[in-house]
């Protein structure tokens, strides 16, 4: 569900023993390294007491340069959770775009002629006639249909086109359209709705007058306020003039995929093939109820009875292709919320381990505040004034960090601004929230010292 359809499939594969052991000793590196700091620091001290070293290290620049990584953390998270904000949002918008059909309950599978055996449209024709025929026998089926460029597969094949009574632009500048090849049923199996005029029937086939259907998007753009129905088309390229009568309007379809904006279409009946080329199918099959996938046996029999050398291929759902054409997003997000809440733990972690540490060293200070009537609100409050302070600050540079990136990410979003305010709000909050959560601990430690044993402190 996660992985995009066009990603390969991964080959098995083990772990390399030569970056196994980069990995282990760059960690063992690192640990001694930081280990490594503290002792020399310690040692700064001379022949001094252990209570005069531990002062040394203990001074103002190690305190406020630990404060500083944790408002690094802290600001590195928020440019994480920001960024992770807004792809969930793009992928919560793109989740609620209408794709212009009804991906539910349709079966699908695709088949190619040989063309050795049906290299003419003639006999291509009368094979998808027979088929068609083969299909609408099936137990369970409510409509079926052949299509060749089916929405979200990746198919995609656009023509330049003319419109009959329109200037003809300059050669290579006609508007182009995607087109499509489709069966009678086409837009009752995939409940696309017919706006004006009709669908096609039976009767639109080689030898009937030419006609043609269009989407919304093209009839706004070159007709206007105008009636499309009963004017001509053609593709531009056609040596013999083709021109082809608009008989329907149906809605705009997300051919290619959810985030991606609908175009000019033009449909033309199969059994009025021009490219002979075309030697291909989509076969779409909506089931009456229960489970689709039960249709499979009799569809690869409906085309095996014809020809037991065509392979039918790629037995899906459309509502899996729904799936997929986001599955890079999904991916997407989940990697930065994955970051996110890692540098999030790590940043709370720190900021906690700083918080209980400062505290630790003020035991003596706290005891004699509260011998001398400072109540525990008070160290409560001193206790997450600091928290809020490195947080405060943490999320202010975090911001910045975060306006300054995410036009890196502007690419990925979705009907989402950089600039989202509900992304940069939620991130902070979270941040701020959690970090106050990662000081409580320390602060009630610290309210509860009894002043009697930090009076003894050493």
């Known amino acids: 569900m996660l992985k995009p359809k066009d990603l390969a499939n991964i080959p098995p594969f083990t772990i390399d023993g030569g970056v196994l052991g980069f990995a282990v000793a760059v960690s063992l590196l690192t640990g001694c390294l ?46 994480l959770l920001c960024g992770a904000g807004l792809l969930l949002r793009s992928l919560w918008r793109v989740q609620g ?49 052949l299509v060749t460029e089916l929405p979200l597969s990746g198919n995609y094949i656009s023509h330049n086109f003319l419109i009959n009574g329109k200037p003809r632009p300059p050669e290579g500048t006609e508007p182009d359209a995607a087109t499509n090849l489709i069966t009678p049923d086409y837009f009752k199996t995939m409940q696309i709705p017919i706006l004006a005029g009709r669908a096609f029937t039976d009767a639109d086939r080689e030898g009937a007058p030419p006609v043609a259907i269009i989407n919304q998007s093209l009839a706004k753009q070159f007709f206007g306020g105008e009636n499309p129905i009963g004017r001509e088309v053609r593709y531009a390229r056609q040596k013999t003039p083709y021109w082809m009568t608009i008989v329907g309007v149906v809605a705009d379809t997300k051919d290619l995929g959810l985030d991606e904006d609908e175009g000019p279409a033009i449909y033309t009946p199969m059994m009025q093939k021009q490219e002979q080329w075309r030697r291909y199918a989509f076969l779409a099959i909506r089931a009456k109820g229960g489970d689709p996938l039960a249709l499979v046996p009799e569809m690869k029999q409906a085309v095996w009875s014809l020809n037991s050398q065509v392979p039918v291929t790629s037995v899906f759902l459309e509502s899996y292709l729904l799936e997929q054409s986001i599955g890079p997003r999904r991916i997407n997000t989940l990697l930065l919320i994955t970051f996110a809440a890692t540098a999030l733990l790590l940043a709370v972690i720190g900021l906690y381990g700083v918080i209980s540490y400062a505290m630790a060293q003020r035991t003596r200070e706290i005891g004699i ?34 306006i300054a990136s995410a036009k890196f990410i502007s690419s990925l979003l979705f009907n989402v601004k950089p600039l989202d305010a509900v992304s940069f709000v939620g991130g902070s909050g979270v941040l701020f929230l959690t970090a106050l959560v990662a000081t409580l601990l320390p602060a009630r430690r610290a309210a509860s010292v009894d002043p009697v044993v930090a009076l003894r402190y050493e």
């Not at 531990?54 to 190690?62: L, P, R, S």
């Not at 609100?377 to 947080?391: D, I, Q, Y």
Request: glycine content about 12%.
């Open 34 to 79: 930081f280990g490594l700091l503290p002792t020399i620091e310690l040692n700064a001290g001379g022949a001094g007491s252990i209570r005069e070293s531990i002062t040394v290290a203990q001074g103002k620049f190690a305190h406020r340069l630990r404060q500083a990584l944790i408002v690094g953390e802290l600001a590195l998270s928020l440019i």
């Open 97 to 145: 775009v209408d794709p212009g059909f009804n991906p539910n309950g349709v079966l699908v599978s695709h088949i190619w002629l040989k063309q050795t055996q049906y290299n003419d449209v003639e006999p291509q024709n009368r094979f998808f006639t027979q088929l068609l025929d083969n299909l609408r026998a099936i137990h369970g089926a409510e409509s079926v249909a």
């Open 369 to 402: 505040r509260m011998a001398l009537g400072a109540r525990r609100a008070n160290v409560l409050s001193m206790v997450f004034g600091e928290g809020l302070r490195l947080a405060l600050i943490g999320v202010a540079l975090g911001c910045l960090g975060a």
